[in-house]
C-alpha cells in the first residue's frame, strides 16, 4: 500500500533502496540462485531456476524450495516501505509440479497493509505462464527500517 503523503517516484526508489539492502543480507536466497526481477511499493517479483538438487525423492521441485520463493518474494513485498516486517502465518496450496531446469517466479502483491499487519498473495509460476502455487502470507511490522541509517519512514 504507497503512502499517500510520499509522490509515487519517492516510494518506488524507498521500495528499491529497501530491496537493495536486503538483497545485501539475504544469504538463503543467494545460496538458492534466486533473482529480484522488479520491486515497487507493496509487491515485488523473485525467480528462481529449479536446480537437479532442489528435487525431492519423486523428482520433482522440493515444495520447500517452492515456499522458499513464495516467502521470498512476501518479504520483499512487505519490506517495501522500509520497516522490518516478518511473517505472522501463511499458507500454500501446491497447484503443479515443477522440475529442474524450470524457471519459477513469484510475485507478490499487497492485499492490505493496516496498522502493523498485512495480507499479501504471492501466485508461482513456471514456464509457459503454468501455475505452480499459491501463497498467502500474513505480515508484522516490528519497528525499525530495513535500510540502515535511515529512520524506517
Known sequence: MTDTRQPAG???ALAEAAAAA????????HALGMQVAQVGPGRA????????????GHGI??????FTLADTAFAYACNSGNQVTVASACQIDFI???????RLQA????????????VYDVAVTGDGGKTIALFRGKSHRIGGPVIPGSDGS
Open 45 to 56: 517479483t523473485l525467480q528462481m531456476m529449479v536446480r537437479p538438487d532442489m528435487a525431492n
Open 22 to 29: 536486503l538483497w545485501e543480507r539475504d544469504h538463503a536466497a
Open 96 to 102: 503443479a509440479p515443477a522440475r529442474a531446469g524450470e
Open 107 to 118: 510475485e507478490a502483491v499487497e492485499r492490505t497493509a493496516t496498522g502493523r499487519t498485512g
Open 61 to 66: 521441485c522440493h515444495g520447500g524450495m517452492i
Open 10 to 12: 519517492d516510494a518506488q
